[in-house]
C-alpha cells in the first residue's frame, strides 16, 4: 500500500503542474483525518480536465452566443385517429413482448443536489404522494414493482447517486425492505464528481482540507454505468433497452410499452419522450436538430421569431419539451465506454461559498464560481436512429423541483389526485368539484386506466380522500 507520504508527493506534484497547488495550503494544520480525506478527494480529480475546463469553458460562460442551425423534428403525435390507435396498439404488443421476455431494465438518474427544493437528504425520499405521503423512490418502485407481476418478469432496477446522498439513499431501501423489490434486482452505482471552479480557474476550497465538488450531472451516467459494473450486469442479464427516468417526475410512466415498442420496431438506439409545450415562452429545452444532429435546443438559444413561429396547423414549430424520459440501447451505452465517446461539457455560474485567505467562510451574494455538469440528451447526438414520441403533459410529467409555486410537490400532488380522478370517473364514478379530493391509486392496483376500470367500476361520488391498492 502507499504510504499517506508518497500519495501527497504524487498528488502534490499533480496539482503544481495543473497549477493548483494552493488546494493544499492548509495541509499541516489539517488532522490525520482530514489530511485522508484531502488525499481521498483530490486522487478523484483528473487534472487535465479540470484544466481543459478553466481553459476552454470558464470565460465564454453566458456571454457565448448560440449559433447554430436548428430544425424542428417530427414527434410521434398522441394517437387519435383510429388508424393512429390501431399503430399504436401494434407497438404496444412489441413493448409488451420485450417486456415479458427480459429485455427491458429501468435507469433512475438520483444523484442530483436537489438544491431548490431545499430538503435535507435524496430527493427521493421526500414523502409526495397525495394521500399516503409515500416517497418519490416508493413511488417509483411500486410502479416496478407492479410492472414485474403484471408481466412477469424480472425488471432491473440501476439507481445512480452521488457522493453526498449516496449512503442514505442505500439505507432508505433497506429501511423499507426495498419496497418489495428483490434486493438482488436493484442496482446502486455512484456518479463522478468534479471540483468547481473561481473565475482563474483555481478549485474553491470551502472547509479546512476540503474542496467544493458537484456530481458530473446526469450525464455522468455513461460513464458511471461502465465503471460501476452495471453496464456489464445489464449484459450478463440480456437487457438490451433500459428506460431512463429522473427522480423527481411522479407521473413518470416507467416501462411504456407503446414508447418501447415504437423503439424497437425503428431500431432506435436512444429514442425520447415530449410534451407540446404550454406556450411559446415556456422555458423548457425541446427536442430538434442543432447543425444537423439530434439534441435538445435550450429555450435560451431559441430566438423571439423561433419561440413563435408557428407550422401551417397553427402548433409551435419549435413545440417537443422534453420531460427526460428516454429509452437507451444496452449496445450504444457500450459504444460509448468502448469509444470513450465524451458527452460536452455544460457550465453554470454559481454563488458557491468559500474559505477566504484568513480562512472565514464566505457566502458570495453574487455568482463567483463556475460548476460543470454533462447532460443525458446530448447523448442524441451519437444516434443514427431515434424515436421522438409525444405524451400528454397531465398524465405523464409533473416533476418536483422547487419547494413552492411551478414544479412543487403541492403541483405534483394535484397532478396525481387529477390523473387518478379521470380515472374513477371513467370507471363511472363522480368527483366533488371544486376543491378536488386527495386522490391516491397504488401501481400496485392498476397501473394504467384501463386495467384500473376493469377492476374497480361502480357509481357514486368521491368528496374526500381516496386511497386504493
Ligand atoms: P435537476 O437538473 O433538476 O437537478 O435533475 P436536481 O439535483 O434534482 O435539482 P437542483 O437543480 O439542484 O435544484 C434532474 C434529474 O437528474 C438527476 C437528479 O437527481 C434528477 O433526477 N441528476 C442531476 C443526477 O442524477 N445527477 C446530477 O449530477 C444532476
Known sequence: MISKQAAYHELYKS?????????????DALSEIQQQQLLLQIKSIHFNEITNLAQHHIHDDESTHFSGKIEPVHAIPIPKTTEQKLIAQKMCHIGEEALQSGEVGVLLVAGGQGSRLGFDGPKGIFP?????????????????????????????????????????????????????LDSADVFFFQQGMLPALDGTGKMIIDAPGHLFMNPNGHGGVLEALAESGALADMQKRGLQHIYYFQVDNVLAKICDPV????????????????????????KVGVIGKIDGKLGVIEYSDLSEQ?????????????????????IIDVAFIQQFAQHDLGLPWHVAHKKIPYLNEDGQLVQPDAPNGYKFEKFIFDALAFVNKSVVMEVDRDEEFSPVK???????????????????????????????????????????????????????????????????E
Open 128 to 180: 409526495i404522494t397525495p394521500v399516503l405521503q409515500k416517497s418519490l423512490f416508493h413511488l417509483h418502485a411500486e410502479k416496478i414493482k407492479a410492472l414485474s407481476v403484471k408481466y412477469r418478469t424480472r425488471l432491473p432496477f440501476y439507481i445512480m447517486t452521488s457522493q453526498a446522498n449516496h449512503a442514505a439513499t442505500l439505507a432508505f431501501f433497506a429501511k423499507h425492505d426495498y419496497f418489495g
Open 259 to 282: 414508447f418501447l415498442g415504437y423503439h424497437i420496431e425503428a431500431q432506435a438506439e436512444m429514442s425520447s419522450k415530449v410534451v407540446a409545450k404550454r406556450d411559446a415562452y415556456e
Open 15 to 27: 496539482a503544481q503542474t495543473a497549477g493548483q497547488s494552493h488546494i493544499f495550503r492548509d495541509w
Open 402 to 468: 422547487n419547494s413552492t409555486g411551478e414544479d412543487s410537490p403541492q403541483t405534483a400532488q394535484q397532478a396525481m389526485s387529477r390523473l387518478f380522478a379521470k380515472w374513477l370517473r371513467q370507471a363511472g364514478f363522480t368527483i366533488a368539484e371544486p376543491g378536488l379530493p386527495k386522490i391516491e391509486i397504488s401501481s400496485l392496483f392498476a397501473t394504467d386506466a384501463d386495467e384500473f376500470c376493469a377492476k374497480f367500476s361502480g357509481q357514486g361520488k368521491i368528496d374526500s380522500a381516496f386511497y386504493i
Open 306 to 326: 423561433d419561440k413563435t413561429a408557428t407550422t401551417d396547423t397553427g402548433e409551435l414549430r419549435y413545440n417537443a419539451g422534453s420531460i427526460a424520459i428516454h
